[in-house]
């Protein structure tokens, strides 16, 4: 066991995300994109064994996908709620997540949350954009007429936060296979925006520094041909004894600086309070 407690500082204060809000609606109003999504970093030093802190996450922030990588001396402990593609013999999936809730404390606020959330004319707008932008990356690679929407808008909801998702489907026509499927979907527009090239060079004028693994991909792709992937949000990154946090929120024509930046820390407190677990394990 370590001694110590773990201390997160945000390296970007609520001024200046708020500031580059404003500067990424700007881009939004020019016309340069429809959405762009932008994220914050917290960092400190850890004062917990690693696998620690990825049995935490299972308990605080059980997640269809949980992960535990190991790089050298690069650690990923993840707890993603998102698929960024999968793929079972033809059939390819994506599986949009897009309008975030906090968890309420009681019953009937969650219900409240809820409501809100399924009601919100600026959510559902960014959401479908993003179910059409998950049709769009699923045409390139598959057969005419074969892309639906299976489901659409509904609430998933998880330990302190709820999400509002949509899953989209086709088949994979002859001459593509899962790495050219996993190509048409990189990077998840979820976590980059619309249009991506145009969304991606924003983020990457207005973020503080390179992302790395964040944002990215975890999965496998396997020797029949199938692949499963999930996108790299709601995990914990420790490189030596150093630990970095990251979230982000969608930023589109409505936002609000002050809205957004509170979305970045509802995503990023089931990580907090994993590592808080941890250091008692």
Known sequence: KISGKTSFKSGMTKKRFEDMVRTAKKYITRGDCIQ???SRRWTGRLAAEPFSVYRALRMVNPSPYMYYLKFGGLKIIGS?????VRKDSSRAVLRPIAGTRPRGATPAEDK?????LVASE???????MLVDLARNDLGRVCRFNSVSVRELMTVEKF?????MTSEVEGVVRSGHDSFSLFKAAFPAGTVSGAPKVRAMQIISELEASP???YAGA?????????????ITIRTVFVNGREVSLQAGAGIVYDSTPSGEYRETENKVKALMRAVEMAEDF
């Not at 993603?80 to 960024?84: A, R």
């Not at 600026?122 to 479908?128: G, Q, S, V």
């Open 159 to 163: 330990s302190h936060v709820m999400h």
């Open 80 to 84: 993603s709620p998102e698929i960024l």
């Open 36 to 38: 762009t999504v932008l």
């Open 112 to 116: 409240k949350f809820a409501d809100e």
């Open 122 to 128: 600026k959510e559902r707008a960014e959401h479908i």
């Open 211 to 213: 992302r790395g693994p």
């Open 218 to 230: 975890v999965g496998y792709f396997s020797f029949n041909g199938d692949m499963d992937f999930a």
